[in-house]
C-alpha cells in the first residue's frame, strides 16, 4: 500500500509570489491534515479536510488555504509569500475517525 | 491555551542502553496521545499511540507510559539502536465530534553513540 505521498519535494520562490502544494493520502484514508514545521516551532497544525469539506483549521492568516477532491486528494495554496513563509510542508492522512495520522515526507519550501 | 511541551530538548544515550524521552501536556481533556519519531529529511513517523483509559502500552522495544494526575507522557526505547537516532515528538488530542486534532509538542533529538 503506497504512503502519502507530496510533491513538489523542493520547491523555491520569491516574496510576493504564490504557491501550491499537493498530497496523496493513502488509500482509503479521506482525512487529510496539513502541518508547517520550522526549526524550533515544532509541528503547527494548518487545517484538515475531510471528504471535500474542511473541518478544522488552525492559527494561520488567510494566505494559507486548501481544498480537497473528490478522490480525497488535497492541495494547499499560500498566496503573497512572505520570508517567514519557509518551511517544511507536511501532509498527513488519516481514516474516518482515527486520530492516528501517516505522514507524507514534505514538501520543503525556500522563500528568497 | 492547551500545550504540549517537552523537558529536554536534546538527549544523547549510549547505543545499547535504555532512554527515556519525557512530554509534559496542559490539557487535562486530551485522551490520546501519540508518538512520532522523525528522522531528517522525513515526515513524523507512528510510533506507538495510547488512549487516557490506560497507563502503559508497549510495543516492539518501545514503551509509552501515561500519567494522567501530573499530565506527564513518556516513551522508553530498550536496547537503543543507531536507527533510533531522529526527533521524537509527542502529540495529543481530545474527542470532539469528528472535529479532533493532534497538537504536537516541540520535539526531543535524540543522539544514539556508537
Known amino acids: 500500500k503506497a504512503g502519502v505521498t507530496q510533491t513538489p519535494r523542493y520547491l523555491i520562490k520569491t516574496r510576493g509570489q504564490q504557491v501550491t502544494l499537493s498530497c496523496s493520502p493513502i488509500?482509503?484514508?479521506?482525512?487529510v491534515s496539513w502541518y508547517q514545521q520550522t526549526p524550533g516551532q515544532g509541528l503547527q497544525f494548518l487545517f484538515e479536510?475531510?471528504?471535500?469539506?474542511?473541518?478544522n483549521k488552525g492559527n494561520f492568516p488567510g494566505r494559507f488555504s486548501g481544498r480537497q477532491f473528490s478522490n480525497s486528494r488535497s492541495e494547499m495554496n499560500v498566496s503573497t509569500l512572505e520570508l517567514g513563509d519557509s518551511a517544511l510542508y507536511l501532509c498527513?492522512?488519516?481514516?474516518?475517525?482515527?486520530?492516528?495520522?501517516?505522514f507524507g515526507s514534505g514538501t520543503q519550501l525556500s522563500v528568497l | 491555551g492547551e500545550s504540549v511541551g517537552l523537558h529536554l530538548p536534546t538527549l544523547s544515550v549510549q547505543e545499547g542502553d535504555n532512554s527515556i524521552i519525557n512530554c509534559a501536556y496542559s490539557?487535562?481533556?486530551?485522551?490520546?496521545f501519540i508518538w512520532y519519531k522523525q528522522e531528517s529529511g522525513k515526515g513524523p513517523q507512528f510510533i506507538i499511540d495510547?488512549?487516557?483509559?490506560?497507563d502503559k502500552r508497549q510495543g516492539q522495544r518501545v514503551t509509552v507510559l501515561l500519567n494522567k494526575t501530573v499530565k506527564h507522557l513518556s516513551l522508553q526505547i530498550a536496547a537503543t539502536q543507531p536507527g533510533d537516532s531522529a526527533v521524537y515528538f509527542c502529540a495529543e488530542s481530545f474527542s470532539n465530534f469528528g472535529n479532533e486534532k493532534l497538537t504536537f509538542g516541540t520535539g526531543t533529538r535524540l543522539t544514539i553513540i556508537p
Open positions: 488509500s482509503g484514508h479521506r482525512s
Open positions: 490539557n487535562s481533556a486530551s485522551d490520546y
Open positions: 479536510y475531510f471528504s471535500e469539506t474542511q473541518r
Open positions: 498527513a492522512s488519516s481514516r474516518d475517525s482515527d486520530e492516528k495520522l501517516f
Open positions: 495510547i488512549r487516557s483509559n490506560m
